[in-house]
């Protein structure tokens, strides 16, 4: 197989001190592209810094929901500028978190819309964080599609089948993590049966959510690689084939990463 990681986070604790194991065991597992992602602004040069070492990782510049509280003066100014470097292939992770509110709600949705005017200024795609916010979600992004110059993947989908069938209205792609193969996930695996599959992305989120079988373990992006046969097994799907379609999703959707 060969696939794509398209989110994890190689600078966080538990894979940033064996960074180099890490992706070498991925790589032997047929992973040929990372996405590393960053989550607030003091992380970008760092993230960027992995994806300059290695020809097969890029790096996203944003601030998660979570962090909208701590990054007041947050401007798309500053995302378009971080996101001048080549290695740069997409905007975020953003959004709006409203499980476990960390940041004010008014402060998530004004840094989104900081994250869409960048995205609509470089012209990369958005990675969305979206939980328990679905209205809101929904709402601002069917506003910035209309208004134009804006498409993305809604990240580690743990929505309702409504917010995949929105999402993909409106052009942007489901990406699904190792949560799919979770015994207690019926729902999102529903999803996953009809998802269209030259929509949808495969991820870890590493180090977080470890599929099955190494539930318990610090997830890693070879795990990307389980992910994607219990998918295939799933939906009914070739292995190989469901691997090759994420994959050229992945650089339809990032465009700069096909680009070199």
Request: aromatic share 6%.
């Amino acid at each position: 197989m060969r696939l794509i990681d398209s989110h994890c986070h190689l600078n966080y604790e538990g894979l940033a001190d064996r960074q180099d194991e890490v992706l070498e065991a991925a790589r032997a597992r047929g992973v040929t592209g990372f996405l590393n992602i960053s989550t607030r602004q003091s992380e970008w040069n760092d993230v960027i810094a992995v994806a300059e070492a290695n020809d097969d990782v890029w790096a996203t510049v944003g601030v998660h929901p979570h962090e909208a509280d701590s990054h007041p003066d947050l401007r798309a100014s500053a995302l378009v500028t971080a996101a001048e470097n080549p290695r740069v292939i997409a905007i975020g992770e953003c959004g709006l978190d409203y499980y476990y509110d960390k940041s004010d709600r008014n402060a998530q949705r004004e840094r989104f819309q900081a994250h869409i005017q960048a995205a609509r200024e470089t012209g990369l795609p958005l990675v969305v964080h979206t939980r328990d916010a679905e209205e809101d979600t929904a709402g601002i992004l069917g506003q910035a599609v209309k208004e134009g110059g804006v498409t993305g993947v809604l990240h580690c989908f743990t929505g309702s089948a409504e917010l995949a069938r929105k999402g993909l209205d409106l052009g942007f792609l489901v990406s699904l993590s190792g949560i799919v193969t979770f015994k207690n996930a019926r729902d999102l695996q529903e999803i996953a049966k009809w998802l269209p599959l030259d929509r949808m992305l495969v991820e870890t989120d590493s180090p977080f959510l470890a599929p099955v079988p190494n539930r318990g373990k610090i997830c890693e992006p070879a795990f990307v690689a389980d992910t994607a046969v219990f998918l295939a097994d799933l939906r009914g799907d070739e292995p190989d084939a469901l691997a090759d379609a994420t994959t050229a999703n992945f650089f339809r959707l990032f465009s700069r990463a096909a680009q070199g």
